[in-house]
């Protein structure tokens, strides 16, 4: 059905229409099984001819003046809407942003174990964002969380790539690191486990994990 069916280019009802005896109005524009636009019925009389054809009348538009009804085998209609809404979520993937936070005086055996999350997070399919703390004074030295950024960044650059550069927000400077898109079938298996596993968050402070999910759905294109 498209906005054209309705005859007076009024939008469609999104919500689960009238169908037959459900169908209020008096009078309907009546629009044939194939499209065809058949005039202004009698709903009591557009029943009649959708009965005649063992279809359904459906009211397609019922703000319309007067409401737009359409036959046709609605059952039909449903299966099929169902089957699109199927293919469409086939194309869909749940993209996690996983976060690692650093100081920016963090030493060599703290900096390894973080850079292993990171790997990890970004083995599994996730985006990473890496944060730097500043406390107090170290703002003065704010290159040394630069340096820290782009080490890490040097480190996985085979697995990622940089896909918001490194800058300063408040007291933080922070940087996004993407996974390398991975072969389709790989990639299929990545997006699985991202779904499944919790978005985390290293607190720098104890280097607990902390669950803290941020996702973001898209489809892609067929």
């Known amino acids: 059905m498209t906005v054209a069916d309705s005859g007076g280019g009024t939008p469609i009802s999104t919500t689960e229409p009238r169908i037959n005896e459900r169908i209020r109005a008096a009078r309907c524009r009546l629009i044939g099984a194939e499209g065809e636009q058949l005039g202004i019925f009698n709903v009591s009389d557009a029943l009649r001819v959708a009965d005649d054809q063992a ?45 690692i936070k650093f100081r920016p005086k963090i ?15 970004l083995e599994s399919g996730a ?3 890496v944060t730097i703390m500043f406390r107090g004074r170290e703002m003065v030295h ?25 800058k300063l927000e408040g007291r933080n400077m922070l940087m996004l690191l993407a996974p390398v898109k991975k072969e389709p079938v790989k990639a ?35």
């Open 188 to 222: 299929e298996k990545a997006d699985a486990e991202s779904v499944e596993e919790a978005d985390v968050v290293v607190d720098d402070a104890t280097d607990e994990v902390v669950a803290a999910e941020v996702e973001v759905e898209t489809t892609d294109a067929e």
């Open 107 to 121: 030493d060599k055996h703290d900096y390894e174990t973080k850079k292993r999350h990171v790997i990890r997070f």
């Open 142 to 166: 704010a290159e040394r969380g630069l340096v820290i950024l782009e080490r890490l960044a040097e480190d996985v650059k085979d697995m990622s790539t940089v896909e918001s550069q490194p």
């Open 55 to 99: 279809l359904d009348l459906v009211e397609i538009a019922p703000t319309a003046d007067p409401p737009v009804c359409r036959i046709m085998d609605y059952s039909k209609f449903r299966y099929e809407q169902a089957m699109k809404a199927k293919k469409a979520r086939k194309h869909q993937t749940t993209v996690q942003i996983k976060e």
């Open 127 to 129: 985006k990473v964002k």
